[in-house]
């Protein structure tokens, strides 16, 4: 299977996101300006992270931070559509919770606790660059002060006028291929991202740990496998292969059938069943995921 190398890694790339943001000074500008308040400093920590911690048995990806004001923040890459993304961010805030209120201390002790998450797709349908999610009471309309707030980026989004152009650039370099990360967004912001992206690609420590991630993966996958197959089933991936290779073949394209084949294969030994079934649906993202595997 084709994989991607380290120096082939973009910003949106679930490892090289996690080591970019793994840097306290990136998270906390990140942070500053996806929700546009002052943070004086933040503290990463690395024992949530599967990036520093290649023994824990989670395949999340997240970012785990906290400021000076005890405030903890939970970052998660999404780049398609799951089910549920509502309730998974309910459960985020619910671990967070428990992980944040020592033994002992009362419910008033409770930090603020935000959950964010950056898209690659539209994730509420409302072409918003940005939704903001707290709780409020119905009957006053005012805001439930529980401290939890969700917050869903759209890379996607079209109402950039309505947003900070910083906002904007961001979500632009968040979206980017491997030219576009490269590109000049006049925005010194993503300037800093970017020279984080070269560091990586150039330090042999991160190559390695790069290594480790993709054993990681590897062995998730073949420990894993019995439940991977039960979710394609679940959700009618197989079924959806067997059609399009029906199609492939009355269409008489013995060459697309054997190029699909292939790249449903690595997907599937990649755990990306997300990635299949949008395939399936989306012929554009077909020729990406054809490309990035070198098929």
Not at 59 to 72: G, L, P, S, Y
Not at 90 to 114: C, F, I, N, T
Not at 118 to 127: A, I, T, Y
Request: proline residues 2%; contains cysteine.
């Amino acid at each position: 299977m084709s994989k991607k190398t380290l120096e082939e890694l973009v910003f949106h790339d679930d490892f090289m996101f996690a080591a970019v943001m793994m840097d306290a000074e990136n998270c906390r500008c990140f942070l500053e300006r996806v929700l546009e308040i002052a943070i004086e400093k933040v503290e990463i920590n690395t024992e949530h992270s599967f990036f520093f911690n290649p023994e824990c048995k989670s395949i999340r990806m997240d970012v785990f931070a906290k400021d000076v004001n005890r405030t903890h923040y939970d970052i998660e890459m999404q780049l398609v559509k799951k089910d549920s993304l509502e309730k998974r961010s309910r459960y985020y805030h619910s671990q967070m919770d428990v992980e944040m209120l020592e033994k002992g201390k009362g419910y008033s002790e409770l930090p603020d606790a935000y959950v964010i998450f950056v898209c690659n797709f539209d994730p509420l349908g409302e072409k918003k660059c940005r939704y903001t999610i707290r709780k409020y009471c119905e009957e006053t309309g005012k805001t439930f002060a529980d401290g939890v707030c969700t917050v869903f980026l759209n890379t996607k989004g079209e109402n950039r006028d309505e947003v900070p152009k910083e906002l904007a650039a961001l979500l632009d370099f968040v979206k980017a291929d491997l030219a576009g990360i490269e590109a000049d967004y006049e925005d010194p912001f993503v300037e800093q991202l970017q020279n984080s992206v070269r560091r990586i690609k150039k330090n042999r420590k991160m190559g390695e740990r790069y290594m480790m991630f993709e054993q990681y993966m590897q062995e998730y996958v073949q420990e894993h496998a019995d439940e991977i197959r039960e979710e394609a089933r679940a959700e009618g991936l197989e079924q959806g292969i067997e059609q399009g290779i029906e199609q492939g073949i009355e269409q008489g394209r013995e060459e697309t059938v054997a190029r699909l084949n292939k790249l449903n294969s690595c997907l599937l030994s990649a755990n990306r069943l997300s990635d299949l079934q949008r395939a399936l649906q989306d012929p554009e993202y077909q020729k990406q995921l054809l490309k990035e595997f070198g098929i």
